[in-house]
């Protein structure tokens, strides 16, 4: 069973950066990372995406502001959050697996942005 551990949330200022950390367990093999994230009261949506290798692909509202990445030797994927907005406030899960969504999600971590 593959688990997904987040971390690397919290409160930052409009402007500022985070980086998001997803912890894989469980699985020898790489597999596809993604980023979603879900606002109060708004659907879960699709951010980025890393394949198994090293492609990756952005949702417009986040080009050239986020990068994700990878460290198969961790098995941790990252998301590197730049010059924030307010309306990136969300929580964000990760999601991996063999698929594309993949078959395994996180528990979502809190990102607010605000001053």
């Known amino acids: 069973q593959v688990q997904l551990v987040e971390s690397g949330g919290g409160l930052v200022q409009p402007g500022g950066s985070l980086r998001l950390s997803c912890a894989v367990s469980?699985?020898?093999?790489?597999?596809?990372g993604q980023w979603y994230r879900q606002a109060p009261g708004k659907q879960r949506e699709w951010v980025a995406t890393?394949?198994?290798?090293?492609?990756?692909n952005y949702a417009e509202t986040v080009k050239a502001r986020f990068t994700i990445s990878r460290d198969n030797a961790k098995n941790t994927v990252y998301l590197q959050m730049d010059r924030l907005k307010p309306e990136d406030t969300a929580v964000y899960y990760c999601?991996?697996?063999?698929?594309?969504?993949?078959?395994?999600w996180g528990q979502g971590t809190q990102v607010t942005v605000s001053s």
């Open positions: 469980g699985s020898t093999f790489r597999i596809n």
């Open positions: 999601n991996a697996g063999w698929r594309l969504p993949g078959e395994f």
């Open positions: 890393i394949t198994r290798d090293g492609s990756t």
